[in-house]
């Protein structure tokens, strides 16, 4: 027959565990709060564009982030993934998050830490997956998809972006001349769509500028969709 197992164990064992959990939030909030001087420069820069955009700024890590846009490839690289310096609210009617993120890949001595910078829009209408990002940009998400690269009637716009989708419609119909002129006049990031949101991100931290321009391209995408494509994924 099993032992009985006494409550007192049972609490004790409960409240080390409290302990436990507040003790690591504790010092992950401690290792945020200081860093280099460069990263505690670029906290006070985000926030205070974070603000003057109207959006809530945290720094602190949130390992979670790839979990809710798990379809998003570029958030689920490596090990040890979190978002931080988070930015958060509305621009225009859109909700937006903006962040820096960092991954790892590697053991021990043989890590290497990557960090960049990525901005995600939530879409008033359902969209479908699509990729596009600078011609030349050699980003392992975009080779390791597996679909044929799209082109288009625009031989500058295909000599200078890499598209990429399982729906070469969805492609055309969210890609169309104002779209092209609209990319092509943008900064170096790449994109992708999955069902209802939007992403860029560089290699790169974002300066705060940088986080303007990205948020102005992908909305910008979004703002052209036109009226027929609209009304179609919505099931007009």
Known sequence: MPIPVPPWIVFVVAVGLLVLIFTYKITRAIMFSHGSSRSIRRRGNLSAWAYAKGLTFDALPDDGLADRFSNFKC??????????????????????????????????????DYDF????????????????????????????????????????????????????????????????????AGPDVSIQLDFMHIIAWSADWFSPADFDAAIELISGILDRLPEYVVQRQRGD
């Not at 689920?76 to 962040?99: Q, V």
């Open 117 to 184: 910078s990525a901005v995600i829009i939530t879409s008033r209408v359902p969209l479908k997956p699509l990729y596009i990002c600078r011609e030349g940009f050699l980003d392992k998400l975009t080779e390791s998809i597996g679909f044929d690269d799209i082109d288009f009637e625009s031989a500058q716009f295909s000599r200078k972006f890499r598209v990429k989708s399982p729906d070469k419609r969805w492609a055309y119909d969210v890609i169309h001349a104002r779209t092209m002129e609209h990319l092509l």
């Open 75 to 112: 958030l689920r690289r490596g090990m040890s993934r979190y978002a931080y310096n988070r930015m958060a609210g509305k621009w225009g009617d859109l909700p937006i998050m903006a962040f820096d993120y960092h991954y790892s890949i590697g053991t021990s001595e043989n890590r290497i």
